[in-house]
């Protein structure tokens, strides 16, 4: 199979589980293959985990699941070296975060410290145990879910987390037709395992390489970098958006034009992209009288900064 063929197969294959979320199959997949991290936030029962579940399914990879609870131990995610009295040497015991899907679910009912265990991963992809360094298999990518942080038994997620996640999505609720077939499933049956792997470790490693090859215009760079420096000057925000962040954007733009086979980037494709990359990574302005910290505000200064920057012909 060609690169299109082989993404058309990727979405077609978790669309049998996820009904009527073709937006979020695709930026799923994109978020893939520019080797991002994914945060689904949303309320509880809309099928954050069931897409996880799905994305990882698709994939002949290996899959982990990590469920995070308010005494979860930053050694129960990373691994701990354990004496090994025949050898008279200590051994590290690789933890759920040695995987190519890990499913970090409820992310934010567990403590800072332990959150904070996921950074080195996430940014390097390696684990520094006992002055030891163990690289992590390729792809990796976490997927990690949280409900609404105004949710009882939650902690919020610091920035240098969110800044991780190269995107954060909402599923939301299915319309009565989507649901309805939901509904008509058998009741024994999971509804992940219907589905089997389409695409082994290998073809996505080589999807990624070819999402860093599209081409992105000198204009369209300039464009992309006018938005961030427009989010670090907005009256609104008292944080803006990272150089990390604009990397992301434009490694999340390469890769939705891979998915809609294509070559180049376009204007487009930023305008698209940018509330679901920036608008984790930016801050509201309290002395402004902002008081709420809900992404869909965020998601709305995003959205004026993009009405207001020039978009490149």
């Known amino acids: 199979m060609n690169s299109s063929q082989s993404i058309k197969s990727l979405q077609d294959n978790i669309a049998q589980v996820i009904k009527g979320k073709a937006r979020v199959i695709e930026m799923a997949v994109v978020c893939l293959l520019a080797r991002g991290h994914l945060l689904i936030e949303d309320v509880p029962g809309v099928g954050k985990t069931t897409l996880a579940h799905s994305l990882a399914r698709s994939l002949d990879c290996s899959f982990k699941r990590i469920q995070f609870t308010s005494d979860l131990l930053p050694s129960d ?12 040497a200590f051994e590290f015991m690789p933890g759920p975060l040695f995987a190519n899907i890990v499913l970090a679910d409820e992310i934010n009912r567990t403590t800072p410290k332990t959150q904070s265990s996921l950074l080195e991963a996430m940014s390097e992809a390696q684990i520094s145990v006992d002055n030891h360094t163990h690289p992590l298999r390729q792809p990796f990518m976490v997927i ?34 989507e649901e309805k077939k939901v509904l008509d499933r058998p009741p024994s049956l999971h509804p992940a395992d219907e589905i089997q792997p389409v695409l082994n470790a290998q073809h996505i490693v080589d999807l990624q390489a070819q999402a860093e090859k599209v081409q992105m215009e000198d204009s369209l760079m300039d464009y992309l970098l006018a938005i961030v420096l427009a989010t670090r000057h907005n009256n609104l925000l008292s944080l803006g958006v990272s150089t990390r962040g604009a990397l992301a954007l434009c490694k999340a733009a390469k890769a939705l034009a891979l998915v809609r086979d294509r070559t180049y980037c376009l204007p487009e494709d930023i305008k698209e992209l940018a509330p ?23 998601e709305r200064v995003i959205q004026d900064i993009l009405d207001s920057v020039p978009v490149p012909v």
């Open 77 to 88: 995610i990373v691994g701990i070296s354990v004496f090994n009295r025949q050898k008279q």
């Open 144 to 177: 990690a879910t949280q409900n609404p942080a105004e949710y009882h038994g939650t902690f919020p997620l610091p920035e240098s987390q969110l800044d991780r996640f190269l995107m954060r999505l909402r599923i939301g609720y299915p319309t009565p037709d």
């Open 276 to 298: 679901t990359i920036l608008s984790h990574r930016v801050m509201l302005n309290r002395s402004q009288g902002v008081r709420t910290k809900s992404f869909e505000h965020t």
